[in-house]
């Protein structure tokens, strides 16, 4: 069986919560148990220390042959409201050295008169503790003078059960013993114990519901997000987490808006080039009619007898071979940009003498001007960027007019190739769309020496060699090509 986030959040906060506040009233409850029994203990030391101080005169009297001081002793032992006995175990003593114990302990003395601790009602007829002086002899046979040297010990009652607290004194061969019951004691730590278990109980149900409220909050933010994604997967590329805070659960609402933003954005630029795809078809299917069929109208002209029409087949014949070679050179060429495999060979390349020599096969009859300025020698591949520097004379000495300027510019980490011309400028509603494939500045699909791939072309190789195409309007049509001094490997 499968627990939800809600049930384990639960699970796991009450258990911690229920484990720690067992730990915490067990911890406690021994600790004051221990505490308490240190000052009861403590306590009764005081008690019987004193009683015994101001009693044992009496006991030095009995001991020197006075009888009545015997009972003189038991007053002031019985004033202390506890069991109390005067204990010897040794027949004779010589020289202040203990003998060996011979014998069954012999009651000398014993209270008269005791208060029962656990209903403070006085005792007629005291229990007798004899019994239990058999559980502490080895803590009364040590020897210990005088009621400044006072020893303690808890024991079992085997007459009553009870459990009682045995406080004792030698005086040379005479023990005094006295008890405190700890029954009464006991039912107050009995019940200390279950107001702890009631306050550990009143925790738990705390825990849960604290551990209800912080699943709730744990959960209502997973369950948007969780329903936020499968509104992503169903096409609502919009869809977003509202963001609150600054904990996990907002670093993951987060990323989700992220993540959907990126989808959105891929899913946007998928559609994009499906779109320009279409359209790709398109404009090929059309610019390769045109030549196609010129060039079978031509073709049925062959055979006429006429050698004017014929000469004129032929003529219009290799122009739209040329145009249909150039265009599927320009396809192909696109096609490898559009795959990632186009060749790049980068090597040192003076671009005054490039640009000379692009003059002269892009337009060897307009005069151009070529001005540098600092150092124009970069590492690029001279075949691209002399494709790049025709396809912008070409479509300079197409559709501008003279002058028509080459400025060379050589900063410290780039070099500025500009061409500009005097003509009317680049159309405004072309400026967005200028380095799409097919884009003729016609503004018609009329036949054209073009194939309206030269921009897209040309910018494609400027890409290629980390730079950038752009185009704008200054007294003519501007066009500028931004490259790295050092071209990508």
Do not use: C
């Not at 009693?55 to 009995?62: K, M, S, T, V």
């Not at 005792?123 to 020897?143: F, I, Q, S, T, Y």
């Not at 061969?173 to 004691?185: E, G, I, N, S």
């Not at 400025?407 to 003509?423: C, E, F, H, M, P």
Request: zero cysteines.
């Amino acid at each position: 069986m499968r627990f939800g986030l809600r049930a384990r959040v639960i699970a796991a906060v009450v258990v911690v919560t229920t484990t720690a506040t067992a730990v915490m009233a067990f911890s406690a409850a021994r600790i004051q148990e221990d505490d308490a029994l240190d000052r009861f203990t403590a306590a009764a030391k005081t008690s019987f220390g004193a009683m015994f101080g101001q009693a044992w005169p009496h006991l030095e009297q009995f001991m020197a042959g006075s009888p009545q001081a015997l009972d003189l002793f038991s007053q002031g032992m019985n004033k202390a409201g506890a069991d109390w006995m005067l204990v010897t175990r040794y027949p004779q003593m010589t020289n202040d050295d203990f003998t060996t114990p011979q014998g069954p302990a012999e009651v000398v003395k014993a209270s008269s008169k005791t208060v029962d601790w656990t209903t403070g009602i006085d005792n007629a007829a005291p229990p007798d503790r004899k019994a239990a002086l058999e559980g502490v002899k080895d803590v009364v046979l040590l020897r210990t003078t005088g009621p400044e040297n006072l020893l303690s010990t808890v024991t079992i009652d085997p007459a009553t059960g009870r459990k009682l607290l045995v406080v004792s004194a030698n005086f040379v061969a005479y023990w005094v013993v006295q008890y405190f019951d700890l029954t009464r004691f006991e039912q107050d730590l009995a019940a200390q114990r279950w107001k702890l278990v009631w306050i550990a109980l009143g925790v738990t149900v705390l825990g849960v519901a604290a551990a209800v409220f912080a699943a709730g909050g744990i959960q209502r933010p997973v369950r948007r997000v969780a329903s936020a994604a499968r509104e992503l997967g169903d096409g609502a590329f919009d869809v977003r987490v509202p963001v609150k805070g600054r904990d996990e659960l907002a670093d993951l609402a987060q990323s989700f808006n992220t993540m959907a933003d990126r989808v959105g954005a891929a899913i946007e630029e998928l559609r994009a080039k499906d779109r320009q795809q279409q359209r790709f078809v398109a404009d090929v299917a059309h610019d390769l009619r045109t030549p196609l069929a010129s060039m079978v109208a031509t073709v049925d002209t062959l055979d006429s007898s006429s050698p004017e029409i014929r000469s004129r087949a032929t003529e219009l014949l290799g122009t739209q071979t040329r145009r249909l070679a150039r265009l599927v050179e320009d396809l192909m060429e696109i096609s490898r940009f559009d795959a990632g495999s186009a060749d790049f060979r980068p090597e040192p390349v003076d671009l005054p003498a490039l640009v000379e020599d692009a003059i002269g096969a892009a337009a060897p009859e307009t005069p151009v001007e070529v001005t540098s300025t600092g150092d124009t020698t970069i590492v690029a591949d001279p075949r691209r960027l002399h494709t790049v520097v025709v396809n912008l004379l070409v479509n300079a000495a197409r559709y501008g007019r003279t002058p028509i300027t080459v400025t060379l510019t050589g900063a410290a980490d780039a070099v500025w190739i500009r061409v500009a011309d005097s003509g009317p400028g680049i159309p405004e509603d072309l400026l967005p769309i200028l380095f799409d494939r097919f884009v003729r500045g016609d503004h018609a699909r009329q036949a054209t020496e073009g194939s309206g791939l030269g921009l897209s072309i040309a910018r494609e190789n400027a890409l290629i060699h980390g730079g950038e195409l752009t185009a704008h309007n200054d007294g003519g049509a501007v066009f500028t090509v931004s490259l790295p001094r050092e071209s990508p490997a």
